[in-house]
């Protein structure tokens, strides 16, 4: 079965700094990946995803992610930070469900704070 | 992308009680899901709602608690049925669109069980 570590549970950057949010997967084939963002009292919104092609990822928001499969690793990156930016982030992998369907199966979750 | 709306956005209820979130979609889609998000928690699968045939749960989740219907290609209900404390959670409908392996979410159900 696959499955996604964020081994973080909170991140606090400061405004205008880099900022890195990790996610570590393990599944069975071609790993789809994706990144996707929740902010307070909403549903989840897409940020990117990496199916093939380049291990760099552009995504929405300024944020891109890193594919890098000898460490199985999709962190999860933003060059500089924005307040706005705090947020809870979750990392998936696009695997087989129990009932054999495809499916997302997400991380526990990172919080980013941004700090002015 | 789709747009996926869902009611109630909260409700507050009684244990024992039974409640029916409703999803829809401004488009058709073939895979229509729906997750649960338990409070400080991330997503748990509880089934892929079927146009036209029965749900198919994941372990854990049986029909009886989470009756879900689909009868067409741009709706879906989940119903928590007799509800406890412990089924206090933000319930999401989410939908993969034109088989791009993302997933959109409704802005989620959030529910308080007394």
């Known amino acids: 079965a696959q499955s996604v570590a964020q081994p973080e549970d909170q991140v606090n950057v400061a405004e205008g700094n880099p900022l890195t949010v990790k996610c570590t997967y393990s599944?069975?084939?071609?790993?789809?990946l994706f990144w996707y963002v929740q902010y307070p009292n909403r549903g989840l919104q897409f940020l990117l995803k990496?199916?093939?092609?380049?291990?760099l990822v552009k995504g929405s928001y300024g944020f891109e992610a890193e594919f890098n499969k000898s460490q199985t690793s999709f962190h999860l990156k933003k060059p500089s930070a924005l307040v706005s930016d705090s947020a809870l982030y979750f990392c998936a992998v696009r695997g087989v469900s129990g009932a054999g369907s495809y499916q997302l199966t997400f991380g526990k979750g990172t919080k980013l704070s941004v700090i002015p | 992308s789709a747009v996926i709306s869902q009611k109630p956005s909260r409700d507050i209820c009684q244990r024992g009680t039974s409640l029916t979130i409703q999803c829809q979609v401004d488009?058709?889609?073939?895979?229509m899901f729906w997750y649960r998000q338990q409070p400080g928690q991330s997503l748990t699968l509880i089934a892929t709602?079927?146009?036209?045939?029965?749900?198919?749960?994941e372990s854990g989740f049986v029909i009886d608690k989470f009756p879900i219907s689909r009868p067409n290609l741009t709706f879906s209900t989940l119903t928590v049925s007799n509800m406890s404390p412990e089924d206090s959670s933000i319930y999401l409908c989410s939908v993969e669109y034109e088989n791009t392996g993302e997933l959109f979410f409704g802005e989620g159900s959030r529910l308080t069980v007394l």
């Open positions: 709602a079927n146009q036209g045939s029965e749900a198919t749960y």
């Open positions: 488009s058709q889609v073939t895979m």
């Open positions: 990496y199916i093939t092609g380049d291990n």
């Open positions: 599944v069975s084939g071609n790993p789809y």
